[in-house]
T-cell receptor
Framework: GQQLNQSPQSMFIQEGEDVSMNCTSS?????WLWYKQDPGEGPVLLIA?????ELTSNGRLTAQFGTTRKDSFLNISASIPSDVGIYFC????????FGQGTELSVKP | DGGITQSPKYLFRKEGQNVTLSCEQN?????MYWYRQDPGQGLRLIYY???????QKGDIAEGYSVSREKKESFPLTVTSAQKNPTAFYLC?????????????FGSGTRLTVV
């Protein structure tokens, strides 16, 4: 099935550093979503983007819907240990299509 | 509070046995989904249902079966035909198939074949 290309696959960073991850696709999407999954739990929605070019923040998180509608990025500023987890992008055209995930590790 | 409940959290199955994973939602959502998650592979769609008594295969439906007899419930059966069933299974729901507000996920069931 169709998938999004999410990168990087994993990141190991120091507490306080900023983080950036992105998703790209050959298809146009109507909506981009970013989820976070804590170990052993289901993903939880962080940010939803509905318009090309839209830039949305949620606390230390900022996400953008690419102008071509084929990509999106998520930034986390001043990372803290509880940011640890797997971050998924998802593009919507009918059902959601998920990226492979970015596993984030934060060293105190 | 509304949400999705998956049970059990952990499940052990002997090889050759069928097992059913439960998913219940009280969000009044029409659409429900089952995903399988393996390390480093993201979320792969097994089955989805738009309305009661109707469901469609996703990308990896072989060895799985579902039913949707009630709006609130979408159980997944992992059959003995599934060759590699050990995985983390996630159920999700959305207002409708378009789900413009995204999916709500359950907390998952980890299935281990012993």
């Amino acid at each position: 099935g169709q998938q999004l290309n999410q990168s990087p696959q994993s990141m190991f960073i120091q507490e306080g550093e900023d983080v950036s991850m992105n998703c790209t696709s050959s298809s146009i999407f109507n909506t981009w979503l970013w989820y976070k999954q804590d170990p052993g739990e289901g993903p939880v929605l962080l940010i939803a983007l509905y318009k090309a070019g839209e830039l949305t923040s949620n606390g230390r998180l900022t996400a953008q819907f690419g102008t071509t509608r084929k990509d999106s990025f998520l930034n986390i500023s001043a990372s803290i240990p509880s940011d640890v987890g797997i971050y998924f992008c998802a593009g919507q055209k009918g059902k959601l299509i998920f990226g492979q995930g970015t596993e984030l590790s934060v060293k105190p | 509070d509304g949400g999705i409940t998956q049970s059990p959290k952990y499940l052990f199955r002997k090889e050759g046995q069928n097992v059913t994973l439960s998913c219940e939602q009280n969000l009044n959502h029409d659409a429900m989904y089952w995903y399988r998650q393996d390390p480093g592979q993201g979320l792969r769609l097994i089955y989805y249902s738009q309305i009661v008594n109707d469901f469609q295969k996703g990308d990896i439906a072989e060895g799985y079966s579902v039913s949707r007899e009630k709006k609130e419930s979408f159980p997944l059966t992992v059959t003995s035909a599934q060759k590699n069933p050990t995985a983390f299974y996630l159920c999700a729901s959305s207002i409708d198939l378009g789900g413009v507000y995204g999916y709500t996920f359950g907390s998952g069931t980890r299935l281990t074949v012993v």
